[in-house]
């Protein structure tokens, strides 16, 4: 059994943004694993990156360039993450930026490179560049669909998500893909995202809607709490829709956040579907804490209990172990007996115990679902806080041991 993994939808082109996708043969020949997405001139781009200070060389790149001037291209190469590489790295991040550069006559600083794959292993240069004029070659608006295959690792399914919504009269897109299903905590963004609109929005005011989307919902998933040294996330924004969002208020920078947002979560809710191994969504749902900090903190201490995801993996009811996770989660003065856990619609423990109505059957009933909810009840607050995560199987163990053979 696996959790529902769901197809690509509808990918609505976003005007002023082409992608192409090609094949380098990074790490296995006949493999999509070369990106280059292409912005016109004028538009705007907003990103954030992994807080892991051993972070890769296309990260380093990116916020230099960035913060030199407006991008015009992103490259982004799979199967090897060019982290772990020191200087050579940042010599052949800059290789592939000149590549780019020197193909659509811009400066470097112009380029963004992004890489995910095997840390350590030196970046194969000579293959990036030669896919460069190929994947120019291949730019279109309608390239989502490749491009969501072409970032690809470990994921078995693509992931994407489409809206579109009015503004002042005018529709507006928000498209994205996103890459990642382990090595997944992102602690800011995902392992790779890429969101665009065709809004026109100034670059401070996309930094905002970004950094409220991103931690309403990468900030938010986790498969195994581990960090990567490339996590990255855009939000681009070209202008082409004729519509203008100038302020980080009111109500057109609302709608487009709640599309961003919306767009954000999906695309989260994806990669922890695809969880290595995974064959479970599990949410976890805090409430009653006196602040978020300490709800998060509930949230994750279950999300990463290795003892808990196991059970989720089993369908095994065994809810001592989220309880005893909620009691070690190191809350000050918690009461025991205000605390109160639910598997979905299900009744586990309150007043210090176990509800008298729980039977072992209802929870199986739960436990034997695709996707569960784990509501804790804190009963010290009014603040509340979410995760996604999923169970730790057998193949979570055998994909990351056979990970580079």
């Not at 470097?108 to 194969?124: D, H, M, N, R, Y």
């Not at 938010?220 to 855009?234: E, F, I, Q």
Request: aromatic residues 4%; hydrophobic residues 45%; contains cysteine.
């Amino acid at each position: 059994m696996s959790v529902s993994k769901q197809p690509l939808p509808v990918m609505h082109p976003v005007a002023g943004l082409r992608l192409g996708t090609t094949c380098a043969g990074i790490k296995q020949q006949g493999r999509r694993d070369v990106v280059l997405m292409a912005l016109d001139e004028g538009a705007q781009l907003a990103a954030v990156f992994t807080r892991n200070a051993f972070c890769a060389a296309p990260v380093h790149i990116c916020r230099r360039h960035l913060a030199r001037q407006a991008p015009r291209y992103l490259l982004t190469n799979t199967g090897n993450a060019n982290a772990g590489t020191g200087e050579a790295g940042m010599r052949d991040g800059l290789s592939c930026c000149e590549a780019v550069a020197q193909a659509a006559g811009c400066a470097p600083e112009a380029v963004l490179p992004f890489s995910t794959g095997v840390i350590g292993e030196p970046l194969p240069v000579a293959k990036i560049t030669a896919a460069v004029p190929a994947a120019f070659e291949a730019l279109t608006e309608d390239g989502w669909e490749d491009a969501a295959h072409g970032i690809l690792t470990t994921d078995t399914v693509p992931k994407g998500a489409s809206v579109q919504v009015v503004i002042d009269g005018k529709t507006v897109t928000v498209t994205g893909i996103a890459k990642g299903s382990g090595m997944i905590r992102p602690d800011m963004a995902t392992m790779l995202a890429y969101v665009a609109t065709d809004a026109a929005v100034p670059q401070a005011v996309l930094q905002a809607c970004l950094a409220q989307a991103v931690d309403r919902s990468f900030n938010r998933v986790t498969v195994d709490g581990d960090t990567s040294t490339n996590d990255a996330c855009v939000l681009m924004a070209t202008g082409h829709s004729g519509v203008t969002v100038a302020q980080a208020d009111g109500p057109a920078y609302e709608t487009l956040c709640a599309a961003v947002n919306e767009v954000c979560e999906a695309l989260a809710q994806a990669i922890v579907r695809d969880g290595e191994g995974a064959t479970k969504l599990i949410t976890v749902d805090v409430q009653g804490g006196r602040d978020r900090a300490e709800c998060l903190q509930v949230a994750y201490a279950i999300a990463h209990s290795p003892l808990v995801k196991t059970a989720f993996f089993a369908a095994d009811p065994n809810w001592g172990r989220i309880l005893a996770v909620v009691g070690r989660a190191g809350l000050e003065d918690l009461n025991i007996d205000a605390v109160q856990l639910f598997l979905d619609e299900v009744c586990i423990v309150r007043d210090g115990g176990r509800a008298p109505e729980y039977t072992e059957a209802a929870g199986q009933a739960v436990m034997d679902r695709d996707e569960i909810n784990v509501c804790v009840v804190l009963g010290r607050g009014e603040a509340c806080e979410q995760v996604w995560t999923c169970d730790l199987s057998y193949d979570y163990v055998r994909i990351n041991a056979e990970y580079r053979t």
